[in-house]
């Protein structure tokens, strides 16, 4: 990220924090999608995030660590959206699921709902870890940067979660097999 | 059954699968609210200067040095000859007084430094390699650092008049505490004992240069998880005083002739024990005086 743009945003430069949001916008969407799987709640996080960035960037104290302060602001606004999540469930508008493409690399369409249910199981702090991991390939002391958590920590949290989605996985395979036998 | 491999092989498949949304809308709407979101002002006045490494800090400091022989010589010309006296600029060597505290983004020489007016106590401070001044002298708080004020090993202390806390730390939107703080020593250090995500000693009776009070420590975990939006602890001139996850605080809090004086001396995980140790012997070195 550009530094300079950062410190002229940080002193009120609206056009330049208008490019650092635009340069970001895009992929905080994706990633708060990916923790909070529904697209209403993902949107409200991005926004909510890219407003936090504006109104606390004076507070950011070194312009060189800007991305992960500002993954930081993404993770807590997903947060406060998985919050409301477990509030208003009921009324939640879920996301439809992925149509398989041909270059889908998924062993079964099951996979995908086993993956899907799986995953909400998990709490924010656990997705959020796999998200920047597996899908922003940051590597893990990384994200603990990010999450503001120790490195082991981070790798707990990981173990955790994908343990819980390999019993998502595992428990798709046996009804499966259930069902062959019968 | 599954092997991990397979695992996080369909799990970064099933994250990457392609679904890109425009955040298109949600830009505009952020770009659009600007005008009504002020930006809230930094607790710390100024920053440092990104990209500051040894190498400016080694060339500032030279030209501090040379700074210093320029008022030496002003110095020695004698009265009459120069303009008004000159407050002595540390040098290397240990300054014959305490230097006024320079504004916010200097780095100091090794020396005796005042932290005063505006402030209404008055603290002298022994400062060895590697300081920086991070917030002016302002009438409630003044700060400085050693190396860096950050994460992972950054340290520094802060002095500072507090008045009030956050009601929420939590929400710094939720205001200050109503009814306020009380006014003595004992209420602040038991109100900030029990602030979330704050694993906090027992305050301890201590005294520095004669003036008594509490001690405390305290080290901030969990606050993503408890306090999602971070989490704040007192306002003041400069903006709130955050706290960072993994931060270490040993807070001395003073009576100096009825006005409660606070020194929080900050570090993080990765601070080595030597500066931690160096942190307390300046603090607990001090000469404090009431203003005037």
């Known amino acids: 990220m550009d530094t300079d743009l950062v410190v002229r945003a940080q002193h009120g430069d609206k056009e330049a924090y208008a490019f650092l949001a635009t340069e970001i916008a895009d992929r905080f969407l994706a990633v708060a999608r990916r923790i909070l799987r529904d697209i209403d709640l993902a949107e409200d996080a991005t926004q909510q995030a890219l407003l936090a960035i504006w109104r606390d960037l004076p507070q950011l104290r070194d312009p060189a660590r800007f991305d992960a302060w500002s993954y930081r602001l993404l993770v807590r606004a997903c947060y406060a959206e998985g919050r409301k999540e477990r509030r208003w469930a009921p009324n939640l508008r879920l996301l439809p699921a992925d149509e398989p493409t041909a270059a889908d690399s998924f062993d079964s369409v099951a996979d995908r709902d086993q993956l899907e249910s799986g995953f909400r199981r998990l709490s924010i702090d656990h997705r959020a870890v796999v998200v920047l991991h597996h899908y922003l390939d940051l590597p893990l002391e990384r994200v603990a940067e990010l999450l503001g958590v120790p490195v082991g920590t981070a790798h707990s949290r990981l173990h955790y979660a994908m343990r819980g989605l390999r019993a998502a996985l595992d428990a798709d395979a046996r009804s499966t097999a259930r069902e062959v036998a019968q | ?292």
């Open chain 2, 1 to 292: 059954m599954s092997t991990d491999r397979d695992t996080t092989r369909i799990v970064r498949s099933w994250l990457k699968s392609d679904q890109h949304e425009s955040a298109d809308r949600v830009l505009d709407s952020v770009l659009d609210q600007l005008d009504t979101t002020p930006q809230r002002r930094a607790w710390w006045p100024a920053r440092r200067l990104p990209g500051m490494n040894q190498a400016m800090r080694i060339a500032l400091a030279s030209a501090a040095v040379v700074v210093v022989a320029l008022i030496g010589i002003t110095l020695f010309r004698g009265p009459g000859i120069g303009s008004d006296p000159i407050a002595p600029t540390p040098s290397p060597s240990a300054a014959p007084s305490p230097v006024a505290l320079p504004g916010a983004g200097t780095l100091l020489l090794p020396g005796s430094y005042l932290i005063g007016d505006p402030f209404p106590v008055h603290v002298t401070v022994d400062l060895g390699e590697n300081w920086g001044v991070w917030g002016s002298v302002a009438p409630d708080v003044a700060a400085v650092y050693q190396e860096t004020p950050d994460v992972p090993d950054g340290r520094g202390f802060i002095v500072v008049l507090v008045d009030n806390l956050y009601s929420d730390p939590c929400d710094q939107a939720s205001g200050l505490m109503d009814p306020p703080l009380g006014p003595t020593v004992d209420d602040l250090a038991s109100a900030l004992a029990n602030q979330p995500s704050t694993d906090a000693s027992e305050p301890i009776d201590v005294t520095i240069d004669g003036y008594s009070g509490k001690y405390l420590e305290y080290t901030m975990t969990g606050i993503t998880e408890e306090c999602p939006g971070g989490l704040v602890r007192w306002p003041s001139s400069q903006g709130p005083r955050q706290a960072l996850d993994g931060e270490h605080d040993q807070v001395w809090i003073l009576d100096v002739e009825r006005v409660r004086l606070v020194i929080d001396a900050f570090s993080f995980r990765g601070t080595p024990a030597a500066a931690m140790t160096e942190l307390r012997q300046i603090v607990e070195s001090m000469q404090i005086e009431p203003g005037t």
